[in-house]
Each structure stands twice: as structure tokens, then as C-alpha cells.
T-cell receptor, first 112, second 111 residues
Framework: AQSVTQPDIHITVSEGASLELRCNYS??????LFWYVQSPGQGLQLLLKYFSGDTLVQGIKGFEAEFKRSQSSFNLRKPSVHWSDAAEYFC??????????FGRGTSLIVHP | NAGVTQTPKFQVLKTGQSMTLQCAQD?????MSWYRQDPGMGLRLIHYSVGAGITDQGEVPNGYNVSRSTTEDFPLRLLSAAPSQTSVYFCASSDLQSEQYFGPGTRLTVT
């Protein structure tokens, strides 16, 4: 079975500050990992994905994530947050079943 | 390509009514799934399909039915709506072990 935990329900940062959103997964083999973003009232958009290879993955909108097998983590980072980054962020893990499993999401609040 | 489309965007039902949420994709994906999104609960999988004629239950299947007669379409049926089914519903499609493409969602209110 596969599962994913996003420990932070809300994160508040100031515009221009760096960001790290945490994601921990549980899966016995090498997982497929995803980060999605959901703006208010919208559907989900893929930010980045990890399947294999380089453990540092670059995504859209200046986001990156690092797969750390020893820590079962896939944290999302951005060096400088913009007000437009305020949204809900979802981590998902796949590999153990046909459909990925999603975390409960982290709501990002950006202060000016 | 339209991607994944969902209709309607909004719906209000009375308790006990039935309805079908439509989902279609034009990417020839084998896998399709339905999720519901509630505050603080993330996305919970209702039903999914791994190909035409093949469906299976997800985490929260009670009160919902699905069928998959074609690769493109994956409708979700509410048999007898209950207030607990008030939610935002998302349909998604994908290839095996690849990212999912999501529709814009259907916001359902059951009174």
C-alpha cells in the first residue's frame, strides 16, 4: 500500500521569502512522486514529477523538489515566493496501485 | 485537445434526488478516476477505471456508481443524494504510472 503525509495544513510566508513544503510518503519500492497546485476555484495543475534518475527535479513556476529515499521525503521548494503562489499544494505518491494517492494538502498564504 | 471536461460546473440537488456527473477525456488515456474534495480532507478517491469495461472502488465509494463503456467517458452517478455528498468533484485521466490530468471540477450542493 502507498500513503502520503503532508504535515503542514497551513504555511504562511512573506513575499520574497523562501519556501519549503514537506511531503513524506510510505511505499516499499521506488515511488512515483508528484506535486500539484490548485488555485482557488480551479482544478489541479502538475508542478513537477519524479519517476527515476536525478533526485532533484525542476518544475514549472520556479519550483523544485528533492527526492530523499533515506527520509522518505519529497519536499517542494522555491527560493523566492510571489503573491501569485498563494494556493493549495498537494503531494501524491504512485507505484503501488493504478491510481496515485494524494496528501491532504498544504495551504500557502503569502503576506505582502 | 480539450483535455478533461466535466459537466455541469455547478449543481444543486435535493436530498433523495439522483444525478449523473459527466466526465470526458480526449487524450486516449486508459486510466480515469473520480475524486471528491472536502475542506481539510484533500482528494479522496471514489471510483476508478483502468480501461473500458473495468471499474473498481476507491476509498469512499458508498452512494456512487460508475461505468466505463468507452475509453473517453467516465460518468459518476449519485443514486440518492445526501447532504454528506455536498462536495467538489474532480475527474482525472492518465496513462499507466504517469501524471494525472484533472478536469475543472463540479461543485455539488445537496440540500
Amino acid at each position: 500500500a502507498q500513503s502520503v503525509t503532508q504535515p503542514d495544513i497551513h504555511i504562511t510566508v512573506s513575499e520574497g521569502a523562501s519556501l519549503e513544503l514537506r511531503c513524506n510518503y510510505s511505499y516499499g519500492a521506488t515511488p512515483y512522486l508528484f506535486w500539484y497546485v490548485q488555485s482557488p476555484g480551479q482544478g489541479l495543475q502538475l508542478l513537477l514529477k519524479y519517476f527515476s534518475g536525478d533526485t532533484l527535479v525542476q518544475g514549472i513556476k520556479g519550483f523544485e523538489a528533492e527526492f530523499k529515499r533515506s527520509q522518505s521525503s519529497f519536499n517542494l521548494r522555491k527560493p523566492s515566493v510571489h503573491w501569485s503562489d498563494a494556493a493549495e499544494y498537494f503531494c501524491a505518491v504512485g507505484g503501488g496501485s493504478y491510481i496515485p494517492t494524494f496528501g491532504r494538502g498544504t495551504s500557502l498564504i503569502v503576506h505582502p | 485537445n480539450a483535455g478533461v471536461t466535466q459537466t455541469p460546473k455547478f449543481q444543486v440537488l435535493k436530498t433523495g434526488q439522483s444525478m449523473t456527473l459527466q466526465c470526458a477525456q480526449d487524450m486516449n488515456h486508459e486510466y480515469m478516476s473520480w475524486y471528491r474534495q472536502d475542506p481539510g480532507m484533500g482528494l479522496r478517491l471514489i471510483h476508478y477505471s483502468v480501461g473500458a469495461g473495468i471499474t473498481d472502488q476507491g476509498e469512499v465509494p458508498n452512494g456512487y456508481n460508475v461505468s466505463r463503456s468507452t475509453t473517453e467517458d467516465f460518468p459518476l452517478r449519485l443514486l440518492s443524494a445526501a447532504p454528506s455528498q455536498t462536495s467538489v468533484y474532480f475527474c482525472a485521466s492518465s496513462d499507466l504510472q504517469s501524471e494525472q490530468y484533472f478536469g475543472p471540477g463540479t461543485r455539488l450542493t445537496v440540500t
